[in-house]
């Protein structure tokens, strides 16, 4: 394969201008704005312990761990005695009914989170938990129970018993980061890590209402990627999520971390490096970069590489702590954003301690293609204060929402071509630990941002966890 070429004259400074950043806004489009509406408590003893600088029940890499579908939300977490739990609710409604899908949280890793998927083709709810590098435990419901939640009772009966394969599909014995995401024509796929940090690879399992598949493995971890300061020989590539838009394609954002620290400038940094992007428009079977051309077939020999050319869209070295796993979303015509964070050069050259550096001085951007197909960057005005993830979405009017640690919220604008970053919520009362999990598909059916919080404890002490909902312009 070819020596990536990095896609810098497509990217536009850190600051641009409404001009050159037109999205499909009309003048008469309100601008963003968040009205809280009201906090339920879905546990008030969770489990609570720090690891990885993050909660089991809180990553935001953590693909629906909360979500909304035909009229109910859905939520999953663990409780004080380690129980995997799911709960539903009336969508808006105060209550939440919780039951235990028969497994236990075996280790205090905060990787080990549970993720959840809806097959639309046969109406079941699909769990999968527990896993950082290891086997993982699946759960799915009886077929029918998400189509008909007002007829059919919520009590343990409606799940399969806990299996560590999906219905006899072995994947792999090194399993990580669980995302569920349903296809538009009704199937259900699973993207997850094979491997370890480092040196790893994505993959892809479908079902389609009958059995799984294992699609395979789409890129890889091989290949030779070079900084000012050492190279590196294997990596894995992170995603920043995996989503179709509404025309059917399939999104995903990602950054590389490599394995050899020889990439850094200091070894108290993280290795991860430049933000990439690629899209498939056949379901995951096929990969594209920016330009459109081929770069990786799922299951077949030719897998996405650092090597590869197109990749790119923002580059940046391995000195600069930039975080992995972060967020993305797509808007109304179907065009990708995404929210990056790293330590900004004005601050340094080097990171040299990665959470307190990124705490003290990391920023989050805004990276999106406009309508011209050009990608553009803006850096939201707002301190991190923090080493976690922000999450974002896009309203209705293509308004962005940036959810950083601890719950507070940042809106612009689609009109100014998003240069108008401000708070709109500073996470007063929530006490909330950090990173947040938030409903993504929530804001499509009642134009509402709801996510999940713990606050904060010390220790292992439990604490309350809660969901809490803000409307959006209507």
């Not at 963003?32 to 993050?54: K, M």
């Not at 380690?82 to 205090?108: C, D, E, I, Y």
């Amino acid at each position: 394969m070819r020596r990536r070429t990095l896609l810098a004259a497509a990217i536009a400074g850190a600051v641009v201008t409404p001009a050159i950043a037109s999205g499909t806004a009309r003048a008469a489009d309100p601008g963003p704005s968040v009205t809280r509406t009201g906090t339920t408590t879905l546990d008030s003893q969770a489990i609570f312990f720090v690891s990885y600088d993050g909660l089991v029940n809180n990553n935001a890499f953590q693909k629906n761990g909360l979500l909304t579908y035909k009229g109910y939300q859905y939520a999953v977490w663990y409780t004080a005695d380690r129980n995997a739990v799911v709960g539903r609710r009336v969508l808006g409604g105060s209550t939440w009914s919780t039951v235990k899908v028969g497994h236990t949280l075996k280790v205090n890793d905060s990787h080990n989170v549970i993720s959840m998927g809806v097959s639309k083709v046969d109406g079941r709810l699909h769990l999968n938990m527990d896993s950082h590098s290891d086997g993982f435990t699946y759960v799915k419901s009886v077929a029918g129970l998400m189509d008909n939640p007002a007829g059919l009772s919520w009590d343990s009966s409606r799940f399969g018993a806990p299996q560590s394969t999906l219905d006899g599909l072995a994947l792999t014995s090194q399993f990580t980061y669980p995302q569920f995401v349903s296809t538009p024509d009704g199937k259900l796929q699973l993207s997850y890590r094979v491997a370890v940090s480092g040196n790893g690879r994505n993959a892809l399992a479908e079902y389609d209402g009958t059995k799984w598949t294992n699609l395979g493995e789409w890129s890889a971890s091989t290949g030779t990627y070079t900084s000012e300061h050492g190279s590196s020989t294997a990596r894995n590539m992170y995603l920043h999520g995996i989503d179709y838009d509404r025309n059917g394609r399939l999104h995903s954002f990602f950054t590389w971390r490599e394995q050899n620290g020889a990439v850094m400038c200091s070894g108290g940094g993280i290795t991860n490096h430049d933000t990439g992007y690629v899209y498939s428009d056949d379901r995951g079977r096929t990969w594209r970069n920016n330009a459109g051309t081929v770069v990786g077939v799922t299951g077949g020999s030719d897998k996405v590489s650092v090597t590869d050319a197109g990749l790119v869209i923002d580059p940046l070295n391995p000195d600069h702590s930039l975080m992995n796993q972060e967020s993305q979303f797509t808007d109304s015509a179907g065009r990708p954003h995404a929210i990056i964070s790293y330590v900004p050069g004005r601050f340094g050259q080097c990171t040299t301690n990665y959470v307190a550096d990124r705490t003290a001085n990391g920023r989050a951007f805004h990276v999106r293609k406009n309508a011209s197909g050009s990608w553009q960057k803006t850096e939201i005005p707002v301190p991190l204060n923090s080493s976690q993830r922000t999450k974002l979405i896009l309203d209705k009017y293509d308004n962005a929402y940036a959810v950083f640690p601890f719950g507070r919220i940042a809106g612009a604008s689609a009109a100014s071509g998003y240069t108008d970053w401000r708070i709109l919520f500073d996470g007063s009362g929530l006490n909330a630990f950090g990173e947040v999990v938030i409903d993504e598909t929530r804001v499509a059916q009642d134009g509402v941002l709801s996510f999940m919080y713990q606050e904060k404890s010390s220790g292992t002490t439990p604490s309350a966890l809660h969901v809490t909902d803000f409307r959006l312009p209507a």
